[in-house]
């Protein structure tokens, strides 16, 4: 039998267990894993799928307050589980390499970053320092990096996100290893600086026959790497398939909840008379970082208006404004009609009652030692002065508006999931019937499926009871669902605005077209395509 | 079939609720029997401190300044511990000293919470100007070490069991508005005490319902290593004369008293000392469980 | 200006003011004394003309501000004024100055606490080091449990204990260290032995407690784990990837330490009546001796501050952001 015949990695029968106070939970359970040189799989799953501790595990490695429980690893025919540790030191970062998620978190702030490059071939001895160093400058180059000489004699955090994460990416390549994990590489960036990133990663990937595990919650983006997908829920596997047939043919239903919101998309509705107008904000944190600049939008009755953009386009900054929490420094909101005053603390509480606020975190967003009563109870008390049966029934009925039972009155808000509390947070903002919710990211934090249901509730609810949305976010799938009037904004300010329809047709503003194309598509050559229409792009605009 | 097929098989997956919750006792037991060996001692020391302290009178074979024999008896049958420089029966006052060297210190302690939390809670969830003022007094109380600053206030004021408590608490209230402020600040960033902003809710409502709930418990492990430090304060203010002052009997003060006997050999001077230091200890185990316990189940998220 | 030299000199700015602060705090004292405070000093034989020129000695006739001005410019040459002790002696009597009464006492705490210092410092950063290193060993909970146990007792206790043990019931050491300006060397060692391990021993467990946390805590970092998945050995991980960001937590646990010393210098000459600082302040405060009390406040507090200005400082020249700046 030939060598190459025999799979690069192969794992049976995996448990992993995690210890959670005092008890020990089933992390990674039933798992059986066949990996073959030069093949890319992709681990997909939701929060607690256990996606990263069995990347982890691919390489031999437990974090601390991880057990192995049973199962075989098994590396190129080496048993990576009764491998002694200092012989899998000698694997990893040569044969093995890792990527994690958070660059900036993983690079040693106290060293430069080509020596933080040149440290495993040289400690591994696989090349001197000179050497190592021309190879550095050469993987930078392919990489895009700037200035490839001189970037590497720069401190991590005199680097950018997406910059950093491409030199963490070189730095797995340095040895050449047969198999690298990507944990999440591109999930805490931006969609613009994710694409610069998925670029490096796949040129690297495409032109080296070793193989690699990328890790990812977002199907579209393992869709551009992956031969094969495997999609994991609580630790264990739902569905094994080359990936071009799971986007074709999913299987299990679960598998279909992952684009679930992509499937959404609300007619576009106008007209309405103006619930709020913002005139002319600009706003500034501590009276000197200028963050909103001449910002101008309106919100019809009864209609959501989304506004887009990345972090630090000054989204958030706009709801604490409308909201009172940060007063402008110049401009005007106008509220039925009549302006309002620019502080919190000067508005009236009838005002207060008509505009509420949906957090992304519903964890943060319901006070952990008040039960579910006592939450929807106190805005009811405050606002509408309710007490005794007609409060609870009031509570059961709000429950009840939002698919909930009276069940769940007497509930922590540890004893909730997600979803449920981000229906709380939900049924707490709709209990003093309000004219305006500002929604801040209430579905980023969520499972897709889960998202799903909570855009489905907020699309009801504004039918049923005519209230506006301010729908803040960053992702362009949730606007398709529930906009009718789309607000892009970029460094502070409003880039481009118009009806749904409009903005999502082109002809797009320059940056609402790279917002738009830099999204993942549920398609396999959607980033093949897209950077060679860039490539075509720049090579039109040099010539 | 209806394009709704995923919800069947993929609903969240439900959140465990909490048991049938049995008695206070019951759990109390419970609690105690699944404490690590060193919290369990540390339990049963203080319950057994509580209850000398308590039932004083009825334990001691004395009075608490009766003078009974002749200075400096040696250990026997009547008096167990022998007696001090003025002859007072040694076990008497020990029993003693625990009610009102403990009582002292408890009372001092709270009396710092009462200062230092609510100021710290006041500051961190008005913030601004308030949390600033606030927050560079302490900075200067605090560059000044708590000995040596409760040694000038002594020299100004005199000594008396008054301002001895109310200078401990109020340079103690100093570290207590620290933690509470800090830990406070920690929640008041959270979305869910804006959104009672948002609501309208007052001051103190937001203080004491929103916040205070979720600051309790690092501030009750904050309570005990607190007692411990203004506990062994007072002690060794005492043991340097400046403290607790005679008749009343105290450990401190006893320490000093009977401190030439250790020239001699006679262990009984470290009784009082070894009293203090046992509380201490067993104070110190209960809260490095309690701090374990709670950290550890903030991990489970 | 580069940012180091600048967040240097605006921490060593901090410093000042708070010393200042400190300095009036503690001038400010005197303003609350109760009435009837020198007829207590003066004794009860006192006449209303003794009670007045003692009044007039202290300077209690000029305007706060004046006399705060006068004692700080004082300090500054390092006259902290006349002692109360001589008092008495109003009209004839020679007047005691702090200065004398301090000088020789400062040297003997300062080569009690950097003696004690000298050993606990590099013994702690090891025991703290070893600990983090084998968390959870049967090393690491035993040392947990004893430095748990010492750090909860008085120090009056452990020095009473080792009083006992080592100078009476085995007469190894010294029980009482008495030092005087003439004692040799090496005497003066053996005669501070007591004192200065009674203070180690409280310091140590401190001191390693806390190194064994900010250690742990540093070795939680993902740069850490990532050093690891590279397959450096253990040893490397700690010398190229920990260390270098140890040292701001080091100095912080070293200088709340040394801090912690300080007071913990007053108990132990105290109990071995060692003739430093700590005692000299008891003893006035017993007496109510103010400008005495004063003097050795301000000499605490100042060495306090210090302490934790040069842990910032540690902290601020070893930070990478500002040893390079984007």
């Known amino acids: ?543 | 079939m209806t394009e709704r097929v995923d919800i069947a098989g993929v609903e969240e997956r439900p959140r465990p609720t909490e048991p049938a919750q049995p008695g206070p006792f019951a759990t109390m037991w419970r609690v105690f029997a699944r404490m690590p060996l060193s919290a369990q001692f540390g339990t049963v020391v203080i319950l057994a401190y509580v209850f000398v302290a308590v039932f004083a009178p009825w334990l001691a074979p004395f009075r608490e300044s009766q003078i009974v024999g002749a200075q400096f008896e040696p250990w026997s049958a009547a008096f167990p511990f022998g007696t001090d420089q003025l002859g007072r029966d040694l076990l008497t006052r020990l029993i003693y000293g625990a009610r009102n060297t403990i009582g002292i210190a408890v009372l001092t302690t709270g009396l710092a919470f009462l200062i230092g939390g609510l100021l710290g809670l006041l500051a961190s969830v008005v913030g601004g100007w308030l949390d600033q003022a606030l927050s560079r007094c302490v900075d200067v109380l605090m560059a000044i070490p708590l000995l040596i600053f409760a040694l000038v206030l002594l020299s100004i004021f005199g000594t008396s069991v008054f301002n001895l408590v109310l200078i401990i608490a109020v340079l103690d209230s100093t570290r207590v508005f620290r933690l509470a402020r800090a830990t406070a600040m920690n929640v008041v960033v959270m979305e869910f005490v804006e959104t009672a902003r948002l609501q309208g809710e007052s001051l103190l409502w937001i203080m004491t319902r929103e916040v205070l709930p979720n600051i309790l418990p690092p501030l009750t492990a904050e309570f005990g290593l607190r007692f411990c430090f203004v506990f062994l304060t007072i002690s060794a203010l005492s043991f340097l004369g400046l403290g607790i002052q005679p008749p009343t009997a105290d450990w401190g003060s006893m320490v000093r008293e009977n401190a030439t006997l250790i020239a001699y050999g006679d262990p009984t001077p470290l009784l009082p000392a070894g009293a203090i230091a046992l509380l201490t200890v067993a104070v110190n185990f209960v809260v490095d469980w309690f701090l374990h316990k709670t950290s550890g189940l903030r991990d489970e998220a | 200006m580069n940012p180091i030299v600048t967040t240097v000199l605006q921490r060593v700015g901090l410093g000042v003011l708070t010393l200042l602060a400190v300095s009036v705090i503690i001038f400010a004292m005197i303003e609350m004394l109760p009435g009837d405070f020198a007829s207590a000093i003066l004794g009860q034989t006192a006449t209303p003309e003794t009670v007045a020129a003692f009044q007039r000695s202290i300077g209690l006739d000029k305007p706060p501000v004046t006399r705060y001005f006068e004692w700080i410019g004082g300090v500054l040459q390092g006259n902290f004024g006349e002692s109360f002790s001589s008092a008495g002696a109003l009209g004839g009597g020679h007047a005691k100055t702090v200065a004398s009464l301090i000088g020789p006492r400062l040297s003997n705490t300062l080569f009690l606490a950097g003696f004690t210092a000298l050993i606990s410092v590099p013994l702690s950063l090891a025991l703290g080091l070893l600990a983090a290193l084998y968390r959870n060993s049967i090393f690491d909970r035993t040392v947990n449990l004893v430095t748990l146990t010492t750090i909860s007792v008085p120090e009056f206790f452990v020095a009473y204990i080792l009083m006992l043990i080592l100078a009476v019931k085995f007469p190894i050491f010294y029980s009482l260290a008495n030092v005087s300006p003439d004692t040799p060397f090496f005497e003066r060692v053996a005669r501070t032995a007591l004192p200065a391990i009674s203070l180690m021993l409280v310091i140590v467990a401190h001191m390693m407690r806390m190194t064994r946390a900010a250690i742990i805590n540093l070795l939680a970092s993902p740069y850490i784990e990532m050093a690891k998945l590279k397959g450096l050995a253990p040893s490397s991980v700690i010398l190229r990837h920990a260390l270098p960001n140890a040292w701001a937590p080091i100095g912080t646990v070293v200088a709340l330490n040394l801090a912690y010393l300080i007071v913990g210098v007053v108990v132990a000459e105290v109990v071995f009546v060692y003739p430093g600082i700590g005692q000299l302040m008891v003893d006035s405060v017993a007496a109510r001796d103010i400008p005495v009390v004063q003097a050795c406040a301000l000499l605490f507090a100042m060495a306090y501050i210090l302490l934790n200005l040069l842990a910032d400082i540690v902290g601020i020249v070893t930070n990478p952001r500002l040893l390079h700046p984007r």
């Open chain 1, 1 to 543: 039998m030939k060598p190459s015949a025999a799979p690069l990695l192969e794992i049976r029968g995996l448990h992993i267990q995690g210890q959670s106070g005092e008890v020990w939970q089933d992390i990674v359970k039933d798992i059986n894993l066949t990996l073959r040189r030069s093949e890319v799989l992709g681990l997909i799953g939701e929060s607690g799928a256990g996606k990263s501790t069995l990347g982890l595990a691919a390489m031999g490695y437990a974090r601390a307050g991880c057990r192995i429980l049973s199962g075989t690893i098994s590396f190129d025919g080496l048993d990576l589980i009764a491998m002694p540790e200092a012989e899998k030191r000698r694997l990893w970062g040569t044969r093995i390499a890792y990527v994690a998620q958070s660059a900036a978190a993983s690079f040693n702030p106290a060293h430069r970053l080509i020596d933080q490059y040149k440290e495993v071939p040289v400690y591994h001895g696989k090349s001197g320092e000179a050497e190592a160093e021309r190879n550095a400058h050469a993987v930078f180059r392919r990489l895009h990096l700037p200035e490839p000489e001189r970037i590497g004699l720069r401190y991590p955090h005199q680097v950018s996100g997406g910059q950093l994460q491409r030199v963490m990416t070189a730095m797995a390549m340095a040895c050449g290893p047969d198999l690298i994990v990507f944990d999440e590489p591109t999930t805490a960036l931006d969609v613009t600086t994710q694409i610069e990133v998925l670029a490096a990663i796949k040129e690297l990937v495409r032109n080296s026959n070793m193989a690699a595990i990328y890790i990812s919650h977002d199907l579209a983006v393992v869709a551009q790497m992956a031969d094969r997908v495997m999609v994991l829920r609580y630790g264990r596997l739902v569905e094994e398939a080359r990936t071009g047939e799971m986007l074709a043919h999913p299987r299990q239903p679960y598998t279909k909840s992952l684009w679930a919101v992509r499937s959404l998309n609300k007619s576009e509705e106008s007209g309405g008379d103006v619930v709020l107008s913002v005139r002319g904000v600009d706003a500034a944190y501590s009276g000197v970082v200028k963050v909103l600049h001449d910002v101008n939008l309106e919100v019809r009755r009864g209609r959501t208006v989304a506004v887009v953009g990345e972090s630090g386009s000054g989204k958030s900054t706009l709801a604490r404004v409308i909201t009172g929490l940060l007063p402008p420094h110049k401009g005007e909101i106008v509220f039925a009609g009549k302006p309002l005053p620019p502080a919190l603390s000067e508005r009236p509480k009838d005002m207060l009652r008509r505009i509420q606020m949906i957090y992304q975190m519903p964890d943060m967003a319901l006070n952990p030692r008040r039960r579910v009563r006592d939450i929807l109870g106190r805005t009811l008390e405050l606002h509408r002065g309710l007490s005794g049966a007609a409060r609870e029934n009031r509570i059961v009925e709000l429950l009840e508006m939002i698919e909930l039972d009276a069940g769940f009155l007497n509930r922590l808000p540890s004893e909730l999931s997600g979803g449920q509390k981000q229906r709380i947070c939900i049924a707490r903002a709709l209990a003093v019937e309000p004219d305006l919710i500002i929604c801040d990211e209430v579905t980023s934090a969520l499972d897709q499926i889960v998202a799903e249901g909570i855009l489905k509730l907020l699309l009801r609810l504004q039918k049923e009871l005519g209230v506006s949305y301010v729908y803040i976010t960053h992702d362009l799938a949730t606007v398709k669902a529930i906009a009718d009037w789309i607000v892009v904004m970029q460094w502070g300010k409003v880039v481009q605005q118009g009806p749904k329809g409009e903005v999502l047709t082109p002809p797009h503003h320059p940056y609402t077209e790279l917002l738009l194309s830099s999204v993942p598509e549920m398609r396999t050559d959607w980033l093949d395509r897209l950077l060679n229409a860039r490539r075509v792009g720049a090579q039109a605009t040099s010539a």
